[in-house]
């Protein structure tokens, strides 16, 4: 059974920092090469944030995401981080952890449509 479990939300003022954690199981954490991180706030359509390709490969960011956030991972944990510096309000939302998508030609897309496991999601909350 496929499982991603996201950890690491919380409550923090602007400029602050929190790293998520999602530990992947149940099925080969490298099978679809690609990992990424979205959010979702509410009222709004799920948005992706980053990804990246299993194994060292190159990351993704979109433009909310680029400058202050960090994808990574740590493959003998089979865990993906997502480390958030400089947050701002408008980065509260539920994060969800994604997996099981394929890169195209080596690079990983943070689109949600690519991605075929998801976690429940973490909240994150930041207060001006």
């Known amino acids: 059974q496929v499982q991603l479990v996201e950890s690491g939300g919380g409550s923090v003022q602007a400029g602050g920092s929190l790293r998520l954690s999602c530990a992947a199981s149940?099925?080969?954490?490298?099978?679809?090469?690609?990992m990424g991180w979205f959010r979702q706030a509410p009222g709004k359509e799920r948005e992706g944030v980053a990804a990246?390709?299993?194994?060292?490969?190159?990351?993704s960011y979109t433009d909310s995401a680029k400058g202050r956030f960090t994808i990574s991972q740590d493959n003998a944990k089979n865990t993906v981080y997502l480390q958030m510096n400089g947050l701002k309000p408008e980065d509260s939302a539920m994060y969800y952890c994604a997996g099981d998508a394929f890169s195209y030609g080596g690079r990983c897309r943070v689109t949600e449509l690519e991605y075929n496991a998801w976690g429940q999601g973490t909240q994150v909350t930041v207060s001006s």
């Open positions: 990246i390709y299993i194994n060292g490969g190159p990351t």
């Open positions: 149940g099925f080969t954490y490298s099978r679809g090469n690609c």
